[in-house]
Structure formats: structure tokens, C-alpha cells
């Protein structure tokens, strides 16, 4: 089975998602907004997930748009478990 590899940022309420939602979106990035992973343990249900080649650029949104975010995690797949590891 191949490794595969997704990045997820997960925040303390459904309004903080959906404002971050907007805010991503409004600058082409493409992403989808997803039920959070059960390998995260937070508040809230929704998670947005991204392509790795977009995490610099998200990183830079959040800042610039002072966006309350949980934390980012890269979730891996590891001899048939997943895992994971936060990015920030």
C-alpha cells in the first residue's frame, strides 16, 4: 500500500472554518472542506484539507488575515494507520 500524505487545518469552531474557507478560497487556492480527521482531537467537525504545495501560502493567509485556526497537521498512512503530526 502506497504512503499517502494529506494536510489538514483544523480550528475551535464552525464559524473559524468557515471564515478561513472564504478567506483561502478568495485566493484561488483549492481546497475542500471535510469532517475532521478522528486521528485530530478537537472542538470542532470541519477541517479543510490542501495540497502540500499550498502550505506556505495558506500560513501566509492566516497571518495576514489574522484567521483563529487549531493547528495544521500532516496526516500520513504508516503500515496501515494513520498518523498525525502537527505542522504548526
Known sequence: ???KE???ITF????HAI????KIK???IDIKT???PREVSVSCGLSIKFDYI???RIKSIIEDNNL????????TREDNERIAKKLM
Do not use: R, W
Open 68 to 75: 483563529s485556526i487549531s493547528n495544521i497537521y500532516i496526516i
Open 54 to 56: 499550498d502550505l506556505n
Open 34 to 36: 471535510i469532517p475532521t
Open 1 to 3: 500500500m502506497l504512503n
Open 6 to 8: 494529506i494536510y489538514v
Open 26 to 28: 478568495d485566493e484561488n
Open 12 to 15: 475551535d469552531s464552525t464559524h
Open 19 to 22: 471564515e478561513a474557507e472564504k
